[in-house]
């Protein structure tokens, strides 16, 4: 089985998760030993106080030295993305095509914690897709339930306009499967995601999201996830080879 993990900080050294590359080794060998295969490192970006140049260079620089330093290792392979934090007039903004996931069209999209899911917001997601021609990928959308404008998003999503993942350890946490499983059944859900940050922060735990997923759901639901997880490992290497 192959399986990718499109949301981690296990970039070393350069942003709030893995620290130095003895951590990004060591979450790296967490998740092979879940059954992740491919893993796409996202490392936070803040366009209200980071600069892009600098982001990119430090990330590409961080990139190759981890790379260098797993390459005779039997561990997932890495593939770099972004983790881009909203903006208004995102949608507007042909620089975020410099923020997507290893040379495809997908875009991983954080939206702000808390605040109300606005007019001007979905407009801007529905722009990424029709203006840019970009798929979003939502992060972690169980963390926006309680939000107004929750329910038009899950709309944007069964519309087409983007796609998005909750995190593993959402799914397997108490207070929040029952909402996981929701959003599942309601196919709202194309990805799990460890969003690991570090062994101790939030380390990662997609065999026992899978498997609470398979027990509580079934091989249907299962299936589908580890399909699309599949197919969009696919479009990456298909991307990477041109
Ligand atoms: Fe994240």
């Known amino acids: 089985m192959t399986f990718l993990d499109i949301h981690s900080h296990i970039l070393p050294a350069v942003d709030d998760g893995a620290s130095d590359i003895q951590m990004s080794v060591e979450l790296l060998g967490m998740l092979k030993s879940q059954g992740v295969t491919a893993v796409i490192a996202t490392p936070h970006f803040y366009p209200d106080s980071d600069n892009a140049e600098d982001f990119i260079n430090l990330t590409q620089k961080s990139y190759v030295e981890l790379q260098s330093a797993i390459s005779q290792q039997d561990l997932p392979r890495v593939f770099l993305g972004c983790e881009l934090r909203y903006f208004s007039g995102v949608g507007k903004s042909s ?23 606005t007019k001007i917001v979905l407009q801007d997601i529905i722009d990424i897709n029709e203006r840019q021609g970009l798929i979003p990928i939502l992060a972690h959308i169980e963390r926006y339930n309680k939000v107004s404008g929750y329910k ?32 599942i059944k309601g196919r709202y859900v194309t990805y799990i995601a460890s969003d690991t940050h570090s062994p ?9 999201a899978l498997q609470t997923i398979a027990a509580r759901l079934g091989e249907l639901e299962y299936n589908r996830l580890i399909v699309k997880s599949n197919r969009l490992l696919q479009e990456i290497e298909a991307a990477n080879e041109q």
């Open 200 to 208: 101790d922060f939030r380390p990662p735990q997609i065999d026992k």
């Open 152 to 183: 038009k998003l899950l709309k944007l999503i069964a519309d087409g306009y983007a796609v998005a993942h909750i995190n593993a350890s959402a799914v397997v946490s108490k207070e929040t499967a029952r909402l996981c499983e929701k959003l």
């Open 95 to 117: 620089a975020i095509k410099q923020f997507v996931i290893s040379g495809t069209n997908y875009l991983l999209l954080e939206l702000p914690y808390g605040a109300p899911i």
